[in-house]
């Protein structure tokens, strides 16, 4: 299974991005796909994850601004961020639950495959 995140940038404060991440291989209508994000010097943060019955757990900090989404069909998951603030400036990075099962998580170790990153860079 290969992730591979796009649609990272520079934008200005109160701005909009819209990150993806396509899957290749593997079954991608039957994995949890979530976004993390770690900015420098910080451990790597849970934004939120949607379940391949489209579920869906989201950081209740970021949940009025940020939205998560799939297409099956494009093996594409999506973060839409609004009202981006620098404090976001972060790599952003998704990850795949391979494991088929229904629950969610918020932990890094719960997902054994990862994108390379995005970088999202927030200016005031």
């Not at 601004?65 to 998704?94: G, W």
Request: hydrophobic share 35%; with cysteine.
């Amino acid at each position: 299974v290969q992730l591979q995140a796009s649609g990272g940038g520079l934008v200005q404060a109160g701005g909009s991005l819209r990150l993806a991440c396509t899957v290749s291989g593997g079954t991608f209508s039957r994995y949890n796909m979530a976004w993390f994000r770690q900015a420098p010097g910080k451990d790597r943060e849970f934004v939120n994850v949607i379940s391949w019955l489209n579920n869906r757990l989201e950081s209740e900090s970021l949940r009025d601004r940020f939205t998560i989404s799939r297409d099956n069909a494009q093996k594409t998951v999506y973060l839409q961020m609004n009202s981006l603030t620098p404090e976001d400036t972060a790599v952003y990075f998704c990850a795949a639950d391979t494991s088929g099962r229904v629950g969610l998580g918020r932990h890094p170790g719960e997902y054994p495959a990862w994108g390379q990153g995005t970088q999202v860079t927030v200016s005031s």
